[in-house]
C-alpha cells in the first residue's frame, strides 16, 4: 500500500509505511502486521474502512461461537492482564480422552441445556447416577475381624512391639504372626523399664 495518509479512523501506519496497526472491534486488542500481510486482510475484508469497522481476533471469533459475550471476553481480557488466553488450543491428554471414551459408554441418554448469556444451547448426557446422590454409596457392613488380620496386623503401632498385650481384637485375630497367651503371660511381657525402690536406711 503506496498511499498511508488516507487510512480510515482505527488504522494507522509506521511512518516507513511498512507495517500497519488497527484492532479487533470486539476486544479492543491492537493488533498489526507488514504491509504484505496486511494487503491480505484487507482483500479479504473488502476495503481497509471496512476491516476497520468489522475486524475480529481470531482467538476472539473463538469465543464467541463458544457462547461467550463481548462483556465477558472484556471481563477475561482484564483478569489476563490485558491478553486474552487461547481457547481450544491445548490438545486435552490422552488419559483424559480414554477417561472421556470410557465415562459415555455408561449414559443412558441425554437432555439438552438451553442457551444462556455466556454459552451456547447445547447436549449433557445423563448417567446412572446424575439425580441419584447415593448411587455411589456402598451398604454398611460389620468389619470381619477374622477376615481383614489374615495377612496383616490392624494395631502395630499399639501392641505388635508389646507382644499383642492388650490387644482389644485379639481373640478374633487371625493374623499368623501374633503373639501367643504364653507369651503376654511370661515376665515383663511389654518390656517395660522396671523401677525399683533403692533402699536407703544403711
Known amino acids: 500500500m503506496k498511499n498511508t495518509s488516507n487510512l480510515p479512523a482505527g488504522v494507522t501506519a509506521s511512518k516507513n509505511g511498512k507495517y500497519f496497526y488497527w484492532?479487533?472491534?470486539?476486544?479492543?486488542?491492537?493488533?498489526?502486521?507488514?504491509?504484505?500481510?496486511?494487503?491480505?486482510?484487507?482483500?479479504?475484508?473488502?476495503?481497509i474502512e471496512t476491516l476497520a469497522k468489522e475486524f475480529v481476533l481470531p482467538t476472539a471469533k473463538r469465543y464467541l461461537n463458544e457462547g461467550w459475550d463481548k462483556e465477558s471476553l472484556s471481563a477475561l481480557i482484564k483478569a489476563n492482564d490485558g491478553k486474552l488466553p487461547a481457547l481450544g488450543?491445548?490438545?486435552a491428554p490422552k488419559t483424559k480422552k480414554r477417561f472421556k471414551r470410557a465415562?459415555?459408554?455408561h449414559s443412558i441418554?441425554?437432555?439438552?441445556?438451553?442457551?444462556?448469556?455466556?454459552?451456547?444451547?447445547?447436549?449433557r448426557a445423563i448417567y446412572p447416577w446424575s439425580?441419584?446422590?447415593?448411587?455411589?454409596?456402598?451398604s454398611i457392613s460389620p468389619l470381619n475381624i477374622s477376615e481383614v488380620t489374615k495377612n496383616t496386623c490392624l494395631y502395630p503401632n499399639r501392641y505388635i512391639d508389646d507382644?499383642?498385650?492388650?490387644?482389644?481384637?485379639?481373640?478374633?485375630?487371625?493374623?499368623?504372626?501374633?503373639?501367643?497367651?504364653?507369651?503376654c503371660k511370661k515376665k515383663n511381657p511389654r518390656n517395660e523399664v522396671i523401677i525399683k525402690q533403692i533402699d536407703t536406711s544403711s
Open 109 to 123: 441418554g441425554s437432555e439438552s441445556i438451553p442457551a444462556s448469556d455466556t454459552e451456547q444451547a447445547k447436549e
Open 131 to 138: 439425580s441419584d446422590p447415593d448411587y455411589f454409596k456402598g
Open 23 to 47: 484492532q479487533c472491534t470486539v476486544t479492543g486488542i491492537k493488533t498489526f502486521a507488514d504491509s504484505a500481510r496486511f494487503n491480505s486482510i484487507v482483500q479479504k475484508y473488502g476495503s
Open 163 to 183: 507382644q499383642c498385650f492388650g490387644c482389644s481384637i485379639y481373640e478374633d485375630c487371625a493374623f499368623s504372626a501374633k503373639f501367643k497367651a504364653e507369651d
Open 103 to 105: 465415562l459415555k459408554a
Open 89 to 91: 488450543k491445548t490438545k
